[in-house]
């Protein structure tokens, strides 16, 4: 085996090593069975244990009562922009989305394609998405409101939630659930794709509040209605079973190695202070997000000779730093720092950071 | 680790061995990257040659001309049930559909659910579906000509496929694709979950030729049409990179172990005859479906006293043989023994038969 490499990867991501380490050693042996968990059946008591008990994990570890549901989907957040107001947003209703970039952008998109009304309640497309809007007048005869709670790609984060009233909350929390701790109470439903804090791609998380599943019409397709999953137990066909393994390993790895949410949030907290410290003291890069948005998750920043970008990149890979390149559409430095992804890879970041400067400064 | 069980699921199912092993070989290093395949960025170039491969040799196998493309989708079969009529049946035309039990009658269902028009050309309801009708008399002028290639629960398979002059065959071939070789010329879509012969669950296949994207209207969901994944060799969003990355894998060993699906389809064809074969001269046991019409994938009995069925599923567990229950929808028993079950499995299967029927008979 080779050395592992510092993973800055913005999704599929860093997976915690004694999770990928716990997987090797039972592929060919799931618990005893003589199957790897690949070949065990979605209908044996095996299976039904491995996706009850990543359920249960992500229920304990957001605090959600019994009113909530935890669902496992396909199709990434991408699906859920379609299937969130085929199920809950009725004909001649509206609802209140909020566009900080990218995602919502899309989210709003199929809202649009579907012939339904989304109402664009506030942007920060005016400054480039490098914000997040405050101080939202929502219409509080709105279907919903939509956020997405952590940008990726412009490295923004919502730091509380708004206050919507009785209009329930959705969110596409792709890039930071189970990041940090928050209250589920305002949320009618939240969605994200495993793949950047909780597994590998290939299992959507649905969590949703038994009012929600009250809306749904009876008249959508089979597998874009979401009471199939709540009343299949997320299991009217064949689920993606390795992805649910691996989630439900991770949440274990955040329940019983980390210790929780809050020390889940502390370290990373813990990370995300360490790289915009040394971005705030140096004059060499620059931080691109609002300060007071800054995510904790997605790191973006600008060498200020933008020249030198190609050679930061590409000096950080042989150093074995992987994933530093911003997103396609923006460009620039990104560095990643999901749940998984360690302090000690924070700090060999900050040390490569340091030494360019030194070097190009 | 224990010894490895003979696995006889309906899917997931078995995986070849050696595919499973270099799995778990690389799984903390994939490539020499330093990453696990599951920590992989799907837009960098150790993926790219990942799905390209897949794709490229899923249609080595099939033999499919530059006018097909392969592409990757989530969901499984039960959403290309509504993704068929979606994308390929336009309003006020009709679709054929033969009914050949519980998948196709889902078929059905999606698309009456999306007002749209399916006639049943043909079904094999009125003997419990346990045949696949003949000399159909096809609508020449139906959008589409819908087949389940293989009925998993039924145990029964097309032999050959039915001539429909220029309307496009489409078929659902989730538990017989790479199974044998057929002509693809008169197929406009294929789609299958990977969970059988392929793969694990959480990837579908999709095999669509040219004509059929060019009918796939603009007003669709995004994640919803074909074009979406045509147009983006399957990555408009994050793909299930694991479980496309296995899929490849399996591709290789059919191709470089096996040695092609000629091969492929005689290795199965043999299993198949040895357990019909014994089911035939056996007075204790009874094949459920017609002879002519038999799987060779799934291979469906009854004993004949039934009381004794728990007895011999037990027995078979005891033994190191898993899967033999039938689909809880029909009861009985089955054996599916896709492309990754061995001739040894089966050998050992219709030993532990003879034994039952000795002591038991």
Known sequence: MGERIYNFNAGPAALPL??????????????????????????????????????????????????????????GASLQFSMVPMN?????????????????????????????????????????????????????????????????????????????????????MSSDILGRTFDIAPFGLIYAGAQKNMGPSGVTLVIIRQDMLERVPGDLPTMLKYTTFADKNSMFNTPPCFAVYVLQLVMKWIEESVGGLANMEQLNRQKAALLYDYLDKSDFYNGTAAKEDR???NVTFLLKDSSLEGTFIAGALANGLVGLKGHRSVGGCRASIYNAS????????????????????
């Not at 001649?92 to 012939?115: F, N, P």
């Open 88 to 172: 809950l947003l009725a004909d001649g209703q509206v609802a209140d989305y909020v566009d900080t970039g990218t995602w919502s952008t899309k989210a709003i998109k199929e809202v649009e394609i579907l012939g339904k009304q989304a109402r664009v309640a506030a942007s920060s497309e005016d400054q480039d998405f490098n914000y997040i809007p405050k101080n939202i007048a929502f219409n509080r005869d709105a279907a919903y409101a939509h956020i997405t709670s952590n940008n990726t790609i412009r490295g923004t984060q919502w730091q509380s939630f708004p206050d919507t009233g009785h209009v329930p909350l959705i969110s596409d």
């Open 295 to 297: 995510s904790i998750m």
């Open 18 to 75: 004694p999770v990928l380490e716990e997987i090797q050693a039972e592929f060919l042996d799931f618990k005893g069975s003589g199957m790897s968990i690949t070949e065990v059946s979605h209908r044996s008591s095996t299976f039904d244990e491995v996706i009850n008990d990543a359920a249960d994990r992500v229920k304990r570890l957001l605090n959600a009562g019994e009113d909530y549901k935890v669902l496992f989907l396909q199709g």
């Open 342 to 361: 360690t302090l000690e890879a924070v700090e060999a970041l900050v040390s490569f950071m340091a030494e360019f400067e030194r070097k190009h400064g």
